[in-house]
Structures are given as structure tokens and as C-alpha cells.
């Protein structure tokens, strides 16, 4: 299992969160955590850097939905880089009713 980490830049407005680990069934609650902090500090443009993310099932990738939604409806701005092994999901960006793309989720 690869160490576990959120390691955020803040510039301005905006956040970069390194995102690095497994985010699977055994650490999602720990991801779900971070990334609601994150949120939560609100009125920024969020940055999700995922290239560190090694591997990503279903409760990694329902984390990564739920933080859309989270993200949207605290008026986050959202986007994605390095989307690596959740780039399938990022790339349909299913909590973006406007179709979405990759370089628009989170």
C-alpha cells in the first residue's frame, strides 16, 4: 500500500491539493476527510493533482464524486491534473450535468 498523503499550495484564490496513496475501500474515509477540509475552507478554485494516486476502485471513485458534489454546491470551482488511474472517471466527469470533460472534474 502506498503512503497516504494530501499535500496542498494555496496561490491566491487557488488550492492544489498533490493527492498520493491507494484510494480504495480501506482509506476512502480518510480521503473523504481530507478532501471535505479542503471544501470546507471555501471561496477557492480546487485542484485535485491525482498523478500520485497508485491504485482507485469504486469507494475511491465514489469519494472522488461525492467531493464533486461537495464541491459544487459550496460554489468550489473544481479541476483536475495528473488524473493517472482515475482518468476514466475524470474524464466522464459524472457529477457534471453539462456533459463534462477532463479538464473540468475534480
Known amino acids: 500500500m502506498a503512503d497516504l498523503s494530501v499535500v496542498t499550495v494555496a496561490s491566491g484564490r487557488c488550492l ?16 473523504r476527510a481530507q478532501f471535505k477540509e479542503l471544501i470546507a475552507r471555501g471561496g477557492r478554485f480546487i485542484v485535485l493533482d491525482l498523478a500520485g494516486v497508485s491504485f482507485c476502485d469504486s469507494a475511491g471513485l465514489n469519494v472522488l464524486i461525492g ?15 495528473g488524473a493517472g488511474v482515475c482518468a476514466p472517471v475524470v474524464a466522464a466527469d459524472p457529477s457534471d450535468d453539462r456533459g463534462g470533460s477532463a479538464a473540468a472534474g475534480l
Do not use: P
Not at 492544489?16 to 480521503?31: E, I, K, L
Not at 464541491?71 to 483536475?80: E, F, I, K, Q, S
Open 67 to 81: 467531493s464533486w458534489r461537495r464541491a459544487d454546491a459550496g460554489g468550489c470551482g473544481r479541476g483536475c491534473a
Open 16 to 31: 492544489v491539493a498533490r493527492v498520493s496513496g491507494d484510494m480504495d475501500h480501506v482509506n476512502d474515509q480518510w480521503f
